[in-house]
C-alpha cells in the first residue's frame, strides 16, 4: 500500500497564499508523474498541476496558471504547491496524486494513488 500524506492548508483571505506539500511512501516516487487534483463543494473533482518525474515539465490548469506552482523534490519524495493569489474560487479539498506514467496526470484514469485530501477555504 502506497501513502501519501498532505499537510498544509487552511483558511486563507482572498489575494493570500498558502503552500501544500505531500509526502508519498512509494518507493519509485521519483520515476512517476505527480499532480494536485482539487474538489470543490457540489462540484466534480479537477485537475490543477502536474509536474513529469524529473521535475522539468510542469502544467497547469488556466484557471491557476500564473497563480500556483507545482515542484518536487525526489530527495525527499516530497511534493508541493504554492498558491499565490488566492480566490474565493480556489476554495475546495485538495488532492495529492500519483501517476502511472513518467510524464503526466491530468485525469483520474491516470491516478493510481490518492491522498486523502486537504481543505483550503478562501474568504472574500
Known amino acids: 500500500q502506497v501513502y501519501l500524506v498532505e499537510s498544509g492548508g487552511g483558511l486563507v483571505q482572498a489575494g493570500g497564499s498558502l503552500s501544500f506539500s505531500c509526502v508519498s511512501s512509494?518507493?519509485?516516487?521519483?520515476?512517476?508523474?505527480m499532480a494536485w487534483f482539487r474538489q470543490a463543494p457540489g462540484k466534480e473533482r479537477e485537475f490543477v498541476a502536474d509536474?513529469?518525474?524529473?521535475?522539468?515539465?510542469?502544467f497547469y490548469a488556466d484557471s491557476v496558471k500564473g497563480r500556483f506552482t507545482i515542484s518536487r523534490d525526489n530527495g525527499k519524495n516530497t511534493l508541493y504547491l504554492q498558491m499565490n493569489g488566492l480566490k474565493p474560487e480556489d476554495t475546495a479539498v485538495y488532492y495529492c496524486?500519483?501517476?502511472?506514467?513518467?510524464?503526466?496526470?491530468?485525469?483520474?484514469?491516470?491516478?493510481?494513488?490518492w491522498g486523502k485530501g486537504t481543505l483550503v477555504t478562501v474568504s472574500p
Open positions: 496524486a500519483s501517476g502511472l506514467n513518467s510524464i503526466s496526470v491530468r485525469t483520474a484514469a491516470s491516478v493510481d494513488y
Open positions: 512509494k518507493r519509485s516516487f521519483s520515476t512517476y508523474a
Open positions: 509536474i513529469n518525474w524529473r521535475g522539468t515539465i510542469t
